[in-house]
């Protein structure tokens, strides 16, 4: 059989992971980066490798348990629930049957929950009680209905919901910050590194309705809900709605912050230089295409796209 046609070693895949960690949560130097490309052109595998990890983005970027006690300490600002996701990760790579969960994001909860998406992926569903439910990309839910309530319940990611109004049971919604509850609303929720981002165009949602810090949110706010629980108006340099229409909308948006935003529907590595980091994004982008949104953006500012492999893309200065 030639090399081509084998699949990566259980050593190649644990690799490919560890690289993932690095470039996605450290600040690699250009040391670090020539290690990278000689490990890449080192075997054809260690490419396929890096191929089917890098695909699996957020859910391997996350503190597999093949790691060292001093990357877990390093990486401890990540939550206790994301590491949870991946103690999986041995039990599906061992024999090399990695080959193929890339199909799928990997994790516990995720390979446990009613409906999820990959990465780059959408998905749209419709509930028994006529709401109206979309996944954004890599993110993952449960639904639960009883004769007296619905229960929705964010495992990872992205999600709108058009509540049903019709329906008289409330629909409760479960998060890692805590619950929400409503009779009526269209409501988005998103987990970020802050914490949680929720909008609301249309109806009422009670934040953490059975807490002290119970808040009515009102159709056209928009909350940012901190790890803490405390929660202040979002920021948001653009519609954050724009993915249900398959779009990524924005005005006035740092580069930087739209590139963290397109890095989440493209597998691999996304960089932006901090030396153009502060340059302002405008428009309207398909997000089926995101390397075209990478080619108009190098045409509409004084950007260079530079390609080390097809999963490892770093956007600087022309």
């Keep these: 059989m030639r090399k081509a046609e084998q699949a990566p070693s259980q050593a190649q895949v ?20 020539a290690q990278f ?3 890449l052109a080192a075997d054809a595998l260690n490419a396929l490798a890096w191929q089917r990890v890098s695909g699996l983005n957020d859910e391997l970027a996350e503190l597999p348990s093949t790691l060292s006690r001093h990357t877990l300490e390093r990486h401890r600002r990540l939550r206790v629930s994301r590491r949870e996701h991946l103690k999986l990760l041995a039990v599906l790579a061992v024999g090399g049957s990695l080959g193929w969960a890339a199909r799928e994001p990997l994790g516990v909860a995720a390979l446990m929950a009613d409906s999820s998406t990959t990465t780059g992926a959408r998905r749209r569903l419709q509930g028994s009680d006529g709401s109206r439910i979309e996944l954004n990309t890599a993110s993952a839910i449960d639904l639960r209905y009883s004769p007296v ?14 509540s049903a109004s019709g329906d008289p049971r409330p629909f409760r919604i479960h998060t890692r910050l805590g619950e929400l509850a409503t009779a009526d609303a269209q409501l ?26 119970q ?3 009102h159709a056209g706010e928009r909350l940012q809900v901190l790890s803490n629980g405390d929660y202040q108006p ?12 398959g779009v990524l909308s924005v005005q006035q948006m740092p580069l930087g912050e739209f590139v963290a935003e397109l890095a989440r529907y493209r597998p691999g590595v996304l960089r932006c230089s ?8 405008s428009g309207t982008y398909q ?8 080619h108009l953006l190098a045409r509409s500012l004084p950007l260079r796209v530079s390609y080390r492999t097809r999963y490892w893309v770093t956007i600087g200065a022309a």
């Design 14 to 33: 644990d690799q490919a992971i560890e690289w993932l960690v690095k470039l996605r949560f450290d600040r690699p130097g250009p040391a670090i980066e």
């Design 37 to 39: 490309n000689h490990w």
């Design 149 to 162: 309530q619905r229960e929705l319940t964010l495992v990872r990611g992205e999600v709108s919901l058009d």
């Design 188 to 213: 988005l929720l998103r987990e970020n590194d802050r914490g949680l981002l929720l909008a609301v165009r249309a109806g009422e949602v009670t934040l953490f309705p059975a807490s002290p810090k």
């Design 215 to 217: 808040q009515q949110v």
């Design 234 to 245: 979002a920021q948001w340099h653009g519609d954050p709605w724009g993915w249900t229409d």
């Design 274 to 281: 901090p030396e153009v980091a502060a340059l302002k994004v």
């Design 287 to 294: 997000l089926d295409d995101p390397e075209r949104i990478l």
